[in-house]
């Protein structure tokens, strides 16, 4: 994956495209297919960003127990390890 890939494919672009489909679908001046298209790449981003905001935060929680690890997407899903369950904890 080259610079300009990875630039597109960062937390922080999909962040940003995420907030312009927001504030476009606020506006409630589209047409329907186009309103509709955009709702789905906006689903999209935000389902990046969340997976990508797990993925920082187990890092950080390894970090903090003191085991420099490589970071398992499956290895966290087998283990049930969530977001959401980290969170029901506080």
Same mark, same amino acid.
């Given at each position: 994956?080259?610079? !300009? ?7 922080? &672009?999909? =962040?940003? !495209? =995420?907030?312009?489909? +927001?504030? &476009?679908?606020?506006?409630?001046? =589209? ?6 298209? @955009?709702? !789905?790449?906006? /689903? ?15 890092? +950080? !929680? @390894? ?9 398992? /997407?499956?290895? +966290?899903?087998?283990?049930?390890? &969530? /977001? ?7």
């Amino acid at each position: 994956m080259g610079a !300009r890939e990875s630039k597109k494919n960062s937390f922080e &672009t999909r =962040l940003e !495209r =995420l907030q312009e489909i +927001v504030n &476009t679908l606020e506006r409630g001046d =589209l047409p329907l297919e186009q309103g509709m298209a @955009l709702y !789905r790449e906006g /689903v999209e981003c935000a389902r990046l960003c969340r997976k990508r905001l797990e993925e920082a935060r187990h890092e +950080v !929680r @390894l970090w903090q127990n003191g085991e420099e690890q490589d970071f398992d /997407v499956e290895a +966290v899903r087998l283990s049930g390890d &969530t /977001v959401r369950e980290e969170g029901d904890k506080q």
